[in-house]
């Protein structure tokens, strides 16, 4: 298995360096959101320590655990969690594949001739990782998924062996790739099956991890060698990167703008994108239409307010772009499952 050495630091363009996976802290303005602005500096992995059993590293409240497990020889398991504003850079890995799935979050990947792909919770999808995504972002700054490497001369070799020690017909990997990733991306949202085994591979408990692991990989790859995801499941939707862009900004700008509202109709003409691409693209980006994100948005603002300040709850609704105290109230309520009264009592 090739090595993967990962590198985190906060500046925003990437640095020269060995190895084949490199992580990048992008500096981001202050947000409501739990990622916040950090100080300058860069921050290097060690070689040596980034494949610990459980390796954490900080920067301030944010943060990146990469969980390894060596599944046999050529497959390894990395349980990925992240907080925050990172990016991950990858170089090609000839003959290699990995499958991935989500389970929070969503993953935003970066490819050629500026196509953009984002996968959401519940997703499962494959990576040629001859040709890989040149950048895989994190657009919601919160990330928890499952990420399988597959050396694919050295699993082959195990994966034989295996076989020939149980007694069982021997998985084809080359099959799996020619079927299901003969290109460089394939995401689909996962079926029963595959979100089943990732849960188990989650929920196993520390003392029998490692083997439930290797025999749950084991029954995915046998799962996958049956080739029945049909086209309609496995479609990949990609927007242009210059759309991608602008709905990040149009993001940042509505959010440093919460007392304000504004139309799709404002939001198209100021963003200069149609108005069918604007509302498709923010929800691949972001995972939900923009009226009910910004919505949940405005509650984690006032959340933050009500814990964090002495304002009264008629100035932080007209903060948060409400009028009506008793609009604002239903919707926190809606949101929270407490009045904003009531959830400050409970913060203090």
């Known amino acids: 298995m090739p090595d993967l050495p990962i590198k985190a630091t906060s500046n925003s363009k990437p640095q020269a360096q060995e190895g084949r996976l490199k992580m990048i802290r992008t500096p981001q303005k202050r947000d409501f959101l739990p990622c916040k602005e950090q100080g300058a500096g860069s921050h290097a992995f060690r070689k040596a320590d980034v494949f610990s059993d459980a390796e954490a590293r900080l920067f301030g409240k944010e943060k990146a655990i ?16 992240i907080s925050g ?179 799709l109709k404002e939001l198209s003409d100021m963003f200069k994108i149609p108005f069918t691409s604007l509302k498709n693209c923010f929800k691949c980006v972001y995972g939900a239409p923009i009226d009910t994100y910004m919505r949940e948005y405005r509650m984690q603002a006032a959340a933050v307010m009500l814990r964090d300040t002495k304002w009264g709850i008629a100035e932080i609704a007209e903060k948060v772009g409400y009028d009506s105290h008793a609009k604002f109230s239903a919707a926190f309520r809606a949101s929270t499952g407490f009045t904003p009264s009531g959830y400050r009592k409970a913060q203090v």
């Not at 990469?66 to 969690?81: A, K, M, N, P, Q």
């Not at 990330?143 to 050295?154: L, N, S």
């Not at 076989?163 to 079926?191: K, Q, T, W, Y």
């Open 66 to 81: 990469f969980t390894r497990c060596h599944v046999f020889d050529g497959i390894e398991l990395f349980d990925i969690s």
């Open 85 to 263: 504003t990172f990016s991950v850079e990858l170089e090609a890995m000839p003959d290699t594949i990995a499958a991935s799935w989500c389970s929070e979050g969503r993953l935003e990947c970066e490819f050629q001739h500026s196509k953009h792909h984002c996968a959401g919770n519940g997703s499962f999808s494959l990576f040629n990782l001859s040709r890989p995504p040149k950048r895989l972002n994190f657009p919601l700054k919160s990330y928890k998924g499952i990420v399988v490497f597959f050396d694919m001369a050295k699993a082959s070799q195990s994966l034989q062996k295996l076989s020939e020690d149980l007694g069982f017909h021997a998985v084809n990997l080359n099959l799996i790739r020619e079927n299901l990733c003969s290109g460089p991306f394939r995401s689909m949202h996962a079926s029963e099956t595959v979100e089943r085994i990732f849960s188990e591979i989650r929920k196993a408990p520390e003392l029998i991890k490692e083997g439930c692991i290797r025999l749950k990989i084991l029954e995915l790859l046998l799962f996958l060698s049956l080739n029945e995801i049909s086209l309609e499941e496995s479609q990949c939707r990609y927007f242009n990167k210059m759309y991608i862009e602008a709905v990040k900004e149009m993001r940042e700008h509505m959010a440093s703008n919460l007392n304000k509202r504004f139309t």
